[in-house]
């Protein structure tokens, strides 16, 4: 179980007393040398014996003449048994034979070399595998022989020669003595795989009688050491679940499962009668059904791979993908997500090389995302900058993150760049130390929401922003090109420590605000954030801006820390969607990553604790903040919460009241609210594409919010601490609370849904909708944006997954949600697929 066949054989043997082993190998030799070496940890001697060519069952074995200089053994290394070796042998011994063949019956031979014997066992007659007009038996031979030495001088060596079809057919007409010894025991010659599951099967089940090694903690269910099963797991036996394993919440390992060593099972997957190697990563959801999966296969979030279908060792299948009945993907191939894989994956693979996603890269910890690839792609990263470009590197407090920063480090260095670290921050941070140290580039490496053993990396230009597309395909191309620079010895990059890049940080956020009128309020805040990157910020800055500071208590944190993130990422695909759904809305949250419906429920725990706190304490505002750092919830001194669209148009209505004519940068996925103000102020509002990228590159050219020497114009927008302090300020000069705020944004109905559509699908569902739709309607900036009476309505595919997003905002949440229906069902004709998933409905008031 778990374990090469030829290792449950060597158990055989040491059982039988033989322990001068002798192999004889053609096909990558050195895998098996490698894993058996001389044999001592298995109880034996071996010596191998290599043919340059394939010679054949008996050429191979003359190879080793000199060695077998008395009775001898031959046996296959792919036939899984557990019959009499002393048994067969001492039948050879009693009847006096030159060969013995080891016989078993079996109902269907016609795969078989079928062998008929007399009464006293002799062999009369061989024929290889018989038509059903030609079978005469039902006794077929196992490719386990008994044999003298005397057989091996009955040819010559060097040539391709077969026992079954050249020796023993030569022997029976010499009439030497020849017999067949029927074995009562189990005998599975595993050469197809189909043989392969049912031998797994037949040892689970007791059929064939192995010993399996590892503990048997109920009927059925064997479990080695090290393996974590979570309480809410379901396991049927029998199952097999090898050592190191982790085994996530309700998955299901059903019966006649085989699990190999350090495989990890994610939430609510269910596995029934698959067998998986080593190292496996099987993502949430997944469903497997009679399905093999080879060393090192990553399975990603609600894919299914079904009966027969067998997945190479390092082969990557992506969410949302189905790999149907049958289909073999070969090593070292990429799935795609959302692929429906039909036939099999034997050249290239079925997506193109890419590493970036929505936010950067993204994959498991020691999964995808191992020290090895880090420290290649950080060479890949710093090889493409300019001479003398220093890379900044930082991280949150997650240790998985801590860890690939290291290996980033190393090959950045390797390219001959320099590092600077400036350890444990925000990500608004690791941006302000990018444009504070005039560094070539920085990367931010943090967990991803939604996935406790993920790690996400973060690509910052020399400006601070996001890296654009070209340099995204620049590093793509020479990572898997390896076409990256390698220094010399001397010329290797050299690593420094920046410290306390945080009090810079503030020392610029200041120098951009009236500190004096915040401090005069003295403003009372309640605050959750995480306790390793946010909250020693927060601190720093109530210090300094005179607030008083309420960090609500370990219970609370608990319920709400961390998990801000993930419920506002997790229905943020794109910053549209950062800055446009209720992030607190329940309804919204069900069709993010698995985790984050738990997580949405524990951010509502959490804010009624924050609220609670505000009125408790008589605050005058409550805030959460999202580990990273970019995204903010406010909640009021009447215990009323703000978030998503509502607050994009609060630090509109900031930038709107600074100055006559003032613009406004905004995603094509916000609300048409924003323009209501601009109108009522005399502004404008600038649209661009719903991608991080196109909102900060907009902001800064119209230099929307003024940043300090070193503090990047877009930084209120996409900083959680800038945005508070800007509040702070807004609040004290206009002398009037958060609520009366609140007041002024205009009321927002927006909704939005999921629609499943394949790749190829894509680009006929959108040509399709701008043929059908009027002309003078529609706008074309990111996606398809239609204008109805009622409102608009923008259907927008997403980059990373086998979806198309749809937004809509009218004059009231019925017509929003009219609007949003009438697109998801077009989508949904057009593709061909099924109902789409539940909406993520948007905050409304």
Known sequence: MGKPIMEHLLNLLVSHGIRDVLVTLQYKPEMIKDYFGSGSQFGVHIRYFVEDEPLGTAGSVKSAEGFLNDTFLVISGDAMTDMDLTAAIEYHHCKGSLATIVLT???????????????????????????????FSDMVNTGVYVLEPAVLGCFEGGKQFDFSKDLFPMLLQAGEPMYGYETDGYWCDVGNLEAYRQTHIDILSGKARLCIPSREVGPGVWIEDGTEVHRTATIQGPAYIGARCKIGPYAEIGEYSVLGEQVLVGANTSLKRSVLWNNVYLGSEVELRGAILCDRVSVKDRCAVFEGAVVGTDSTV?????????VKVWPDKIVSPGTILSSSVIWGSTSFSRLFGTLGITGGFNIEMTAEFAAKLGAAYGSGLREGAAVVLAADGSKGAQ???????????????????????????????????????????????????????????????????????????????????????????????????????????????????????RFRVVLEADRLTMLPLVRRLAERFGLDLLVVDDAVGKAVGGAIDDAVAGVADSVGDGMADGAIDRAGLADGPIGIEAEADRVLEGLVGVSQRVLSSGADLGVVIDP???????????????????FLALLSLMVLRQRTGARVVAPVTAPAAIERLAREFDGEVVRTKANLRSVMETMMREKVFIGGSDLPNFQPAFDAVAALARILEFMAKEKVPLSRLMTRVPPIHMDKATVSCPWERKGEVMRTLIETEAKDRLELLDGIKVYHDSGWALVLPDSDEPVVHVYSEAASMEDAMELRNMYVSRITEISGQRSPESGKHGEHS
């Open 318 to 326: 992506g969410q949302k993908s189905i790999v149907k009945p049958g």
């Open 403 to 521: 860890v690939i920063k290291r290996a980033l480090s190393a090959g950045v260095l390797s390219s001959g760049r320099d590092v600077r670290d400036i350890g444990t921050v925000t990500i608004p941070v690791a941006r302000f130390a990018v444009a504070k140290l005039k560094s070539g580039g920085g990367i931010y490496v943090c967990r991803p929401a939604g996935d406790p053993n993920g790690v996400l990396l973060r690509f910052i230009d020399e400006k601070a922003l996001d890296i654009a597309g070209s340099e995204q395909r620049r590093i793509e191309r020479d990572f898997f090109g390896e076409d990256f620079a390698r220094a010399h010895a001397h010329a290797a990059g050299e690593l420094s420590y920046v410290p306390d890049i945080a009090a810079h940080y503030l020392n610029a956020l200041e120098s951009t605000l009236d500190v004096q009128a915040v401090r005069d309020r």
């Open 628 to 646: 990273g750092g970019e995204r903010v919830i406010l909640v009021d001194e009447k215990g009323s919460s703000l978030s998503g669209d509502s």
């Open 105 to 135: 019956r079996v109902p269907t031979p016609l795969e078989y070399g079928v062998v008929i014997t007399d009464e006293g066992g002799r062999i009369q007659r061989f024929l290889e595998k018989p038509s059903w007009g030609e079978v």
